[in-house]
């Protein structure tokens, strides 16, 4: 779960949302270059289906080419894509009456060894990423999308507040509760894996 984010500063985003109110087609290819990556990993991460993912991202996009001209001169744009991109995951699992607890899992995907990593260390980083992702998915839904907006997004507790649509202290009490249980969800998949090792030997 990489909490390494390129964050637009309010400056160029207050000049995005001016592009994107008057429909200027280098304003929503900056965003849609700056925000796609996030949203994606955001959607893939909520729902654990990058093909549901896929369709929920293009629907988000299609909701900023219709509403742009509403934004408000001094909107937050991630904090709106993301509450965007939130509801229609809600709303596709009403739908389709979808229990968040039965979602399929996602393939993990090998990582290529970073610059100047020995395999044994790409190795070793593989398998703690994994084991997190494993446990974030583990969590309940309301806990892992607050985690992806604070500490994958680096959104402020405020922002992901606003972006979940709750009071302030409501956010900082889930917030604890998402770090405690994602410990408690890492230490549980550790000691599996110790028992796995026992029991080969």
């Known amino acids: 779960m990489s909490c390494v984010v390129k964050v637009v500063d309010r400056e160029t985003e207050l000049q995005l949302i001016a592009g994107l109110k008057t429909c200027d087609p280098a304003a929503f290819e900056a965003v849609y270059e700056e925000f796609r990556p996030r949203l994606f990993s955001f959607l893939v991460r909520l729902s654990r289906r990058r093909d549901v993912a ?8 299609l909701r900023l080419a219709r509403y742009s001209r509403d934004l ?6 991630s904090a709106w894509l993301f509450t965007v991109a939130r509801h229609l995951y809600a709303s596709w699992c009403r739908r389709l009456a979808v229990d968040d607890e039965r979602l399929s899992d996602l393939t993990p995907t090998w990582p290529l060894a970073a610059p100047g990593e020995t395999p044994f260390e790409a190795a070793a980083r593989s398998e703690s990423e994994q084991r997190l992702e494993i446990a974030l998915a583990r969590l309940p839904l309301r806990y892992r999308e607050t985690l992806l907006l604070v ?3 680096g959104m402020t507790p405020a922002e992901a507040a606003a972006s979940l649509g709750l009071p302030s202290e409501t956010l900082r009490k889930r917030l604890q509760r998402a770090r405690e249980k994602l410990a408690f969800e890492m230490e549980t998949l550790a000691s599996e ?3 796995k090792v026992k029991r080969a030997g």
Request: aromatic share 4%; net charge negative.
């Open 151 to 153: 500490a994958v997004e």
């Open 193 to 195: 894996a110790r028992e």
């Open 72 to 77: 408000a001169d001094d909107s937050c744009l």
């Open 54 to 61: 896929e369709d929920l991202l293009e629907e988000t996009w």
